[in-house]
């Protein structure tokens, strides 16, 4: 989670990832490009379908949903409309075991899948009718970790290489969380320590013969001004002043429980307007310092593969450096440590695709996406 390619190449350089170095030289190495919105749940739901948010339906952590005048988090399986290959794996009678870092992601992983399903969040609560599995903690030998700890992503690997070597599951999808890149810069100390640990647990899965298909769901980049401080531009508040209040609805699919990472501040969002004002705060914000890119509805669905109805008149996506708030008051950063990182633009999403197997012939200047994860693993890599 949140992996862009330089964490990768940084660890390797001071000899943190010795298993990585490895694969990189004799297995296949790809950079490939994630989903737009680059967050979580969108790009997760598109590797376990193989299939673009405009397929699956996910396109953010939250949304409005214009049916009932609310706004929701997109945790329910309802959202979804695709069957993942996880669960297709296990109707033809593949063992399958989804292990995710947080609880949200584990009931949309895990939709209508036969097998083990849990989280490191919850892993001490883990009934066998809903979970396939019991007493995880005794099996994994660790406490539950923290939600704002790298040990809850340390767990996930954990109980895997656990899983491995007790059930031996076919097929099995780890998901860690971005509590580590949202903190630390490629290259920094906790940056490689974490990634040196991740290396660990790769090379047990390794050596047990499995084949091991590594990408990530979005990049990561610092959002800050010279002097440290977040970079914000609040849509909220800038549409109130140029429309009055409440003409404008803004929304943030990055919103998720977990606002210590990210304050909810990310670099993508939809905008709902009147008609006979989209023209007119398009012009406006694109215009505006520090936007990116302005696309209406339909521009937006064709450009980022995204589901139509389910995105504002108007999606709105800042530069590299910059995120998008609402209101000001609406964003309590008071929990930050350090210099705000986050995602969700164009710029976070460059990946990497990585096979421990070399496989030839293929066409490495084709565009390659996150979500052909599976494919190379269960098509080509065998």
């Known amino acids: 989670d949140g992996c862009e390619p330089d964490y990768i190449a940084q660890a390797v350089a001071v000899g943190h990832r010795p298993f990585m170095k490895r694969v990189l030289a004799e297995g296949t190495a790809l950079v490939a490009d994630c989903v737009v919105p680059t967050f979580t749940n969108p790009n997760n739901l598109s590797i376990v379908t193989g299939a673009p948010p405009s397929v699956h339906g996910i396109c953010g952590n939250y949304l409005y949903d214009a049916a009932s ?18 669960a297709a794996l296990a109707d033809a009678g593949a063992s399958v075991a989804v292990i995710t870092a947080k609880d949200k992601l584990r009931k949309l992983l895990g939709h ?23 007493s995880v903690l ?40 971005d509590y580590i890149q949202h903190k630390h810069a490629p290259g920094d100390a906790d940056a490689n320590a974490f990634y040196r640990m991740m290396d660990g647990y790769l090379a047990q899965l390794d050596a047990a013969g499995c084949v091991i298909a590594l990408t990530a769901d ?12 977040p970079n914000v531009i609040f849509l909220q508040d800038l549409l109130d002043g140029w429309l009055g209040a409440a003409a404008a609805r803004v929304i943030l699919p990055i919103t998720d429980p977990y606002v210590v990472h990210h304050g909810a501040l990310g670099s993508f969002a939809t905008v709902y307007l ?35 109805d389910r995105i504002g008149d108007l999606v709105v996506v800042s530069e590299r450096s910059v995120v998008l708030g609402t209101a000001k008051s609406r964003h309590d950063l008071s929990q930050r440590e350090l210099p705000l990182r986050s995602h969700g633009g164009v710029s976070e999403q460059r990946v990497p695709l990585i096979v421990n197997r070399r496989i030839e012939g293929l066409d490495c200047s084709r565009r390659w996406r996150n979500f052909d994860a599976f494919d190379l693993a269960l098509d080509h890599a065998q």
């Open 218 to 229: 979005h990049g990561m980049n610092a959002k800050t001004k010279l002097d440290a401080s």
């Open 112 to 134: 209508k899948m036969k097998g083990i399903c849990f989280s490191s969040e919850k892993s001490d609560q883990v009934p066998v009718a809903e979970n396939g599995i019991a």
């Open 274 to 308: 009147q008609a006979d004002a989209v023209a007119d705060v398009a012009a406006r914000l694109r215009a505006t310092w520090g936007i990116e890119r302005v696309l209406t509805r339909a521009e937006a669905a064709a450009a980022y593969e995204l589901p139509a």
């Open 69 to 86: 005048g609310t706004e929701v988090m997109m945790n329910d399986p309802k959202w979804l409309r695709a069957p993942t290959l996880l």
């Open 138 to 177: 005794p099996m994994v030998g660790m406490p539950v970790p923290d939600v704002y700890s790298a040990e809850l992503s340390e767990f996930v690997f954990a109980a895997g290489v656990k899983l491995m070597q007790t059930r031996r599951p076919d097929v099995m999808y780890l998901s860690t969380t």
